[in-house]
């Protein structure tokens, strides 16, 4: 049974710590997502990878989020620093290129308190 | 400015009855669309899309409609059951992107 997993699932942090997420894409998709979802924004994407590229990350905040590919398996985001109003469910995706349909973790809920 | 858009945050239908969810865009270069659901504390799940080279696609109780000329899609669910009560994402893709555009979602809830 082949599933997008996250890590970890509940994460409570204090403002100006460092967050990292973790996501495991089904093993054949070359393209991860990540996306964050509130209810003022809904889901919005954040980054996206194509065979562990970089190929868009303007959703995303500079100067304090991070998205890395270090290899096929692993993809994180990282905050630093962290604050209240980064507080969401993050959820990671992936997919085969031009597919189409992604197939989504179970997502990060995160609070910065 | 949201280009894929759900203005319906909520809604409830009887058990047996049909529910209507509308997504309405802006973009006219999408050309494909889905339909996503989501419960608690779970990710979205792929429920059924339609290319823009159609105008109907069926999957047992679940029917999307596109309306390319009034940019609008609504999924249909004949009849509907308490299962399916959860968060529905309308999300919208144009050719040669891989990203999908999400709306924000609106909530079924369906009563016995």
């Known amino acids: 049974d082949a599933r997008v997993t996250q890590t970890p699932r509940h994460k409570v942090t204090e403002m100006g710590q460092e967050v990292t997420m973790r996501c495991q894409p089904i093993?054949?998709?070359?393209?991860v997502f990540w996306y964050r979802q509130t209810m003022m924004q809904g889901l919005e994407l954040l980054a996206y990878?194509?065979?562990?590229?970089?190929?868009?990350d303007s959703g995303m905040p500079k100067d304090r989020f991070s998205a890395e590919m270090p290899d096929a398996t692993l993809a994180t985001l990282k905050i630093q620093p962290s604050e209240p109003r980064d507080s969401a469910v993050y959820f990671c995706a992936s997919g085969l290129d031009k597919a189409d349909t992604q197939y989504f973790g179970p997502g990060t809920r995160l609070t910065v308190l | 400015d949201q280009q894929v858009k759900q203005n319906s945050p909520s809604l409830s239908v009887q058990e047996g009855r049909i529910s209507i969810l509308n997504c309405d865009y802006t973009?006219?270069?999408?050309?494909?669309f889905l339909w996503y659901k989501k419960y608690p504390a779970e990710g979205p799940t792929f429920l059924i899309s339609i290319s823009s080279i159609k105008d109907k696609n069926e999957d047992g109780r679940f029917t999307v409609f596109l309306n390319k000329s009034a940019k609008h899609l609504s999924l249909h669910i004949v009849p509907s059951q308490p299962g399916d009560s959860a968060v529905y994402f309308c999300?919208?893709?144009?050719?040669?992107?891989?990203?999908?555009?999400f709306g924000k979602g609106t909530m079924l809830l369906v009563s016995p």
């Open positions: 093993l054949g998709h070359n393209t």
């Open positions: 973009n006219s270069m999408f050309d494909y």
């Open positions: 999300a919208a893709s144009s050719p040669g992107y891989s990203t999908l555009t």
């Open positions: 990878f194509r065979n562990r590229a970089p190929l868009d």
